[in-house]
């Protein structure tokens, strides 16, 4: 790692330690009661806030989206933590705690800096759908004023969930980096708020117990239970590695691991078949989503996520549910419908479950106004917003009746419904369910409170399990009509596993007996932990190609050897085009090269991938009629006609590339000369700008 990189990663870190620092005094006065006072969550909860009121203000008309007043509001913010620090007295807590704070930032670093390594070994933002999350963040760095311009569909406004995008908007202002490397920079900060945040939440649960039971505190157990809850949450695979020590495997047609003979080579295991074990759907985790390294809103929204969970926790221990602690939640759901949408839902149920378990009659009361409150949080993305989702699907139910007899088929072989196997759904989350077989056993009848708030976190997830084998949200994809539905409760569901599963390892290992049944299950719980643990090292040494040739953090230094004159244009517009006017570029399908003057620059095209436009839309004709547009731009000899649909579509730059003169054979580029004039040339790619 050069210098160059090196002061790139500490001057982003820094902006996010500043951030942390300001919005300290106010996460203490929120998490009061924690082992760390919930330090590591000052900078998400900053971030939050920062990110929020200078969205909320741009969308507003307000102020308008840009460095200084992003700094004006930093330091509005730092005078109100000001006087809560002084006001409540917290300077001597601070310098009691000063320790765990160093600890908990050394690691966040650690992890800001280990990742950051691992993507400088395959930092481009090519392939998958980067194009898709690097276009929405070029966007949002055009734009002063919310929502941003479609930068696929101009002059249209984005319909997506971009909040998450904002985030990493926000930071590359402040840290003046280029987004070229902020990209990667993000991907590494996620790493790094997962792994401390998860390291938190574990170690103070495990703090939560023993202070319940009025037990002897170790401080050293803590932090090593905080470590595993980091590990499994951030690092951690599926039993599907288990297929590393088997042949025959055949990904169309999977079939348990018992029936296929043993191998000794395990070169051959493909990483990705973890996530798409079961046919027709996707259940990733957050280590796969890592090192894929696509900046999506389920991705984005994992430290939203932790801080939500950590919050449940602080709601869950107080005697009685204070009316800031609701007002901050529906805050988090307001972000995650701005986010990712399903996870807004996903964490009314949480919630809804908490106060069931600990205030029930005021349980319809808090779930209104926390739904209510998300709304208002979120009421300017909803105004310019149009949902895609199509309804809801049920999957039809067995037939008990004829098949009475049969329920070994119903619940272990494929159905006509498609749901999902037993045995699949163990090998997915069977670690988890053994883990809480142990502990179950363990804790008996005698449950403490943090033993009660871990179950109900075990059944939240396990209904998060069962919800898409009845139900899911209808999308574009008839041949996988459930892959979404499944993929964002899943992913949800193995996160609130693996923390739950840190504290019951921990409690399982609490005053223990060594008798002969513990030892058994000693023996499995460290089979079962060894395959979920081996998974980053075939994912992330096949992705990277074993870590052999590093590369630095630019993301597009691969355009540079694909096409050397369109890479050269992009930098060009990148440095002197203000604002967003709208380039015409070629159109090709989705997961293609093509959309990368758009995605690459923020400026918006008439159409860049059109099937992505067809989901985000609802609709594939509006895609359809740009396409047959864009071909008449290039291709069409008459004058009037182009001139018309360039004023139709605010046209005012014309790309003229390596891939548009591959798709459009019969491009005349004669004509553009009569309507404007070149800006830019390099070998026999051209920028016109038209008159």
């Keep these: 790692m050069s210098f160059s990189e090196l002061t790139n990663i500490l001057n982003w870190w820094y902006v996010i330690f500043v951030i942390g620092l300001i919005f300290l005094p106010l996460t203490i006065f929120i998490f009061h009661n924690f082992l760390d006072l919930g330090y590591i969550f000052s900078k998400i909860l900053g971030l939050l806030i920062l990110s929020y009121a200078i969205w909320i203000l741009s969308s507003l008309k307000i102020l308008p989206f840009n460095t200084f007043n992003l700094l004006t509001l930093g330091g509005s913010f730092l005078v109100i933590n000001l006087y809560i620090l002084f006001k ?3 300077l001597k807590i601070i310098r009691k705690h000063w320790r765990i704070f160093l600890f908990e930032e050394v690691l966040f670093l650690g992890g800001l800096i280990f990742w950051s390594y691992i993507r400088a070994h395959e930092p481009s933002i090519h392939g998958l759908e980067k194009f898709m999350d690097f276009g929405f963040i070029n966007s949002i760095l055009r734009t002063e004023f919310f929502p941003p311009k479609d930068l696929w569909l101009s002059p249209e406004t984005l319909n997506y969930y971009y909040f998450g995008h904002l985030l990493v908007a926000v930071l590359t202002k402040l840290s003046f980096l280029n987004p070229v490397i902020t990209y990667n920079l993000m991907v590494a900060t996620l790493f790094g708020f997962t792994f401390t945040m998860s390291f938190s939440i574990g170690a103070n649960a495990y703090h939560k117990f023993f ?3 009025s037990l002897p505190f170790t401080l050293k157990r803590a932090l090593m239970c905080g470590l595993l809850a980091a590990f499994l949450v951030s690092m951690a695979g599926n039993l599907h590695t288990i297929y590393v020590f088997f042949q025959n495997y055949n990904t169309d047609n999977p079939v348990p691991f018992w029936q296929l003979t043993p191998q000794n080579n395990f070169s051959g295991y493909w990483y990705p078949n973890a996530t798409r074990f079961i046919p027709f759907t996707i259940h990733e985790f957050p280590i796969y989503s890592f090192v894929v390294s696509d900046l999506h809103g389920h991705v984005l929204d994992i430290p939203v996520v932790l801080l939500t969970l950590v919050l449940i926790i602080s709601i869950y221990f107080q005697k009685k549910i204070s009316f800031g602690y609701i007002i901050l939640y529906g805050f988090l759901v307001g972000i995650m419908l701005m986010t990712n949408v399903l996870d807004g839902p996903i964490y ?3 919630l809804a479950l908490i106060v069931y378990f600990k205030e029930r009659s005021n349980l319809l009361k808090y779930l209104l106004l926390t739904l209510l409150l998300a709304v208002v949080f979120s009421l300017p993305f909803w105004l310019s917003f149009k949902p895609f989702g199509s309804g809801i699907g049920v999957l039809c139910a067995p037939n008990f009746l004829t098949d009475i007899g049969k329920l070994g088929p119903i619940l272990f072989e494929k159905d006509h419904c498609g749901r999902s196997p037993l045995w699949m759904l163990s090998v997915l989350y069977g670690f988890f369910y053994f883990t809480l077989y142990g502990f179950a056993a363990k804790i008996g009848k005698k449950i403490s409170l943090t033993d009660k708030l871990v179950l109900i976190l075990v059944l939240f997830a396990t209904v998060l399990i069962i919800i898409p084998e009845i139900v899911y949200v209808k999308d574009i994809y008839p041949a996988h009509y459930r892959a979404n539905t499944v993929f964002k409760f899943g992913f949800q569901a193995f996160m609130v ?11 399982i290992y609490t005053q223990v007996k060594w008798k002969f049944p513990i030892i058994l299950y000693s023996f499995f719980i460290l ?8 998974y980053p090292y075939f994912t992330i040494r096949s992705y990277y190609g074993n870590l052999n040739e590093y590369k630095g953090l630019d993301g597009l230094n691969y355009l540079q050897n694909l096409y050397p004159s369109d890479y050269k244009a992009i930098l060009w517009i990148k440095e002197f085009i203000i604002g967003q006017p709208t380039i015409l570029e070629g159109v090709g399908e989705s997961y293609t090269d093509y959309a990368r003057v758009s995605s690459n620059t923020g400026l918006p095209t008439v159409i860049g991938w059109p099937v992505h436009e067809w989901l985000w839309r609802g609709s594939p004709d509006e895609g359809t009629r740009r396409l047959e547009d864009v071909k008449l731009i290039y291709e069409d000899p008459d004058l009037t006609k182009t001139a018309a649909l ?8 014309i790309f003229l590339g390596t891939l548009e003169k591959q798709k459009y054979p019969k491009l005349l580029e004669e004509k553009f000369s009569k309507i404007g004039q070149i800006i830019f040339q390099d070998g026999e790619t051209k920028i016109y700008l038209i008159n």
């Design 88 to 90: 409540k007295n917290l």
């Design 211 to 213: 202070a319940s039971q």
């Design 348 to 350: 009314l149920l949480l």
């Design 497 to 507: 596993l693996a923390l739950s599963s840190s504290y019951m390892i921990f409690r």
């Design 527 to 534: 089979l079962f932990f060894g395959l979920v643990a081996i």
């Design 646 to 653: 360039l004023k139709k579509y605010q046209i005012s730059l």
